[in-house]
């Protein structure tokens, strides 16, 4: 029985005991088992306080609730609100949220957050760019596992936020048969392509399986061994569009290598299913965001 494909624009759910471990680390190395030496030193603990973050520049929102996670790890009864939602296009000096609370952990939490969500707001809102580019055409754009160590959930919830979606989570979700994995197994060459399917059809059954191919002979053989999905790796334009052909519909294409937001529409119209690029997660500049504190 043919699986049935996978990729599908799909927001994940932020997995909160992770990002509560990662906001935790991010914390420690701020205060590193003692304080924030400067407010305690200079601010009265019993002072509240008012901050607002401000999108400095336009953005794709990303990341609300974790910055929110940040400030009620400090004070657990802060008052957090959010202005907009995430995947809300915000444009330059929007308010995205309120906080009200000890004037102490809005000082001591200023800094993790901003660093979480304006790198979230950045992944979200090339994604947006990446998505737009491929507008009226039947292509979808996919990230890749080239994301911050320990944030690849976070990354990739930004990126369907923008509005592009996700290819694999990780090694385990997905077969994707590379060169190097045939080379050291020794199935590089003709043949070996069906050889490596064979076998992962075999040992994991139940999970779609992609095949990286350089030329349009491997993607070939690709297709012939029953692979689900093909990768056509750094292929030019001419190339893909004889790959469309040759599959006709067979099998998912997957356009990879050598991506750029310009080449996207190029691309787009050729028939491919799928467009992926790293530069969603690990290109990224973070959107300017500033918290604004003032006494209550």
């Not at 906080?99 to 200023?110: C, S, V």
């Not at 029953?226 to 998912?252: F, H, W």
């Amino acid at each position: 029985m043919k699986k049935t494909m996978s990729i599908t624009h799909k927001i994940p759910e932020i997995d909160r005991a992770r990002v509560s471990a990662l906001i935790d680390m991010a914390l420690e190395e701020d205060l590193d088992g003692s304080c924030d030496a400067t407010t305690v030193s200079v601010i009265a603990p019993e002072l509240q306080a008012n901050a607002v973050l401000i999108c400095k520049e336009d953005c794709v929102c990303a990341g609300l609730e974790v910055a929110g996670m940040v400030f009620k790890k400090l004070f657990s009864a802060i008052q957090w609100r959010p202005l907009v939602n995430d995947g809300d296009f915000c444009p330059c000096k929007t308010i995205l949220a309120e906080i009200k609370g000890p004037a102490h952990a809005l000082l001591t939490g200023e800094r993790t957050a901003l660093n979480f969500i304006q790198r979230l707001c950045g992944v979200a809102t090339v994604s947006k760019r990446y998505a737009d580019a491929v507008s009226g055409s039947e292509t979808v754009i996919l990230d890749t596992r080239k994301t911050t160590p320990g944030w690849r959930n976070l990354e990739k919830y930004a990126v369907a936020v923008g509005g592009s979606s996700n290819h694999r989570i990780g090694l385990f979700d997905r077969i994707m048969i590379k060169d190097n994995h045939r080379e050291l197994a020794g199935m590089e060459g003709p043949g070996g392509i069906t050889r490596s399917v064979k076998k992962a059809h075999e040992r994991f059954p139940e999970l779609e399986v992609e095949v990286e191919a350089d030329t349009l002979d491997e993607l070939r053989e690709a297709i012939e061994a029953g692979a689900d999905y093909v990768l056509l790796d750094n292929m030019t334009n001419e190339q893909m569009a004889e790959a469309v052909k040759i599959n006709s519909g067979r099998a998912r294409l997957e356009a990879s290598g050598g991506i750029t937001l310009e080449r996207i529409p190029s691309i787009a119209v050729l028939g491919v299913d799928f467009i992926s690029s790293g530069a969603l997660t690990h290109s990224v500049k973070s959107t300017d965001i500033s918290m604004e504190i003032s006494t209550l």
